[in-house]
């Protein structure tokens, strides 16, 4: 049981815009940032988001991140073939000290 | 150009140990706080540790407190996951990672490409 709550599935088509949710709590989310990770199949985890809705260099503006009180979202425009992948949020909590991961959101590119 | 290398993971039977080893490059090592995450097959991520960059702070997770110690070597650029009592639950890839800041934790920009440990007799 993961302490941030995610869909363990989405889709869309090529093209379309999806999103996925990320659901925690006051000691997390609800006071630190959110990060995202996206993972390829095979391959370590990369930063997508960080900040709640910062992206690093290299990632296309595509995709975007928001925060609202204890919730986050990721959202990914234009959804394309390579976008299939895991997405991971991410949260410091201050009552466990320490990072707390949602459960990851398999998204698949119909 | 930042890398990350893990090294040391293998086959270990319950209650053994094993140290796991992270060669870093491409940027001031000691400068950073640094991190293990693991993932265990088919399954998400679950950070391990986090020490910081002159070793004075140091967070475990629940699940591996009292038996992994996480320690750095800034002359050696390295850090290191030393894991005792093993169990078949430690069973996964263990990442190596960098945080993205050079103050509080604020997540992992950078990973290595990981390293399988499995726990089993």
């Known amino acids: 049981q993961s302490v941030l709550t995610q869909p363990p599935s989405a889709s869309g088509t090529p093209g379309q815009r999806v999103t996925i949710s990320c659901s925690g709590s006051?000691?997390?989310?609800?006071?630190?940032?959110v990060n995202w990770y996206q993972q390829l199949p095979r391959t370590a985890p990369k930063l997508l988001i960080h900040n709640d809705n910062q992206r690093p260099s290299g990632v296309p503006d595509r995709f975007s991140g928001s925060k609202s009180g204890t919730s986050a979202s990721l959202a990914i425009s234009g959804l394309q073939s390579e976008d299939e992948a895991d997405y991971y949020c991410a949260a410091w909590d201050d009552s466990l000290n320490g990072w707390v991961f949602g459960g990851g959101t398999k998204l698949t590119v119909l | 150009e930042v890398q990350l290398v893990e090294s040391g993971g293998g086959l270990v039977k319950p209650e053994g140990s094993l140290r796991l080893s992270c060669a870093a490059s491409?940027?001031?090592?000691?400068?950073?706080?640094m991190n293990w995450v693991r993932q265990a097959p088919g399954k998400g991520l679950e950070w391990v540790s986090t020490?910081?960059?002159?070793?004075?702070?140091?967070y475990y997770a629940d699940s591996v407190t009292g038996r992994f110690t996480i320690s750095r070597d800034n002359a050696k650029n390295s850090v290191y996951l030393q894991m005792n009592s093993l169990r078949a639950e430690d069973t996964a890839v263990y990442y190596c990672t960098r945080d993205l800041s050079l103050g509080m934790p604020r997540g992992f920009d950078y990973w290595g490409q990981g390293t399988l440990l499995t726990v089993s007799s």
């Open positions: 006051s000691s997390n989310i609800g006071i630190n940032t």
């Open positions: 491409g940027f001031t090592f000691s400068r950073y706080s």
């Open positions: 020490i910081s960059s002159s070793s004075t702070y140091i």
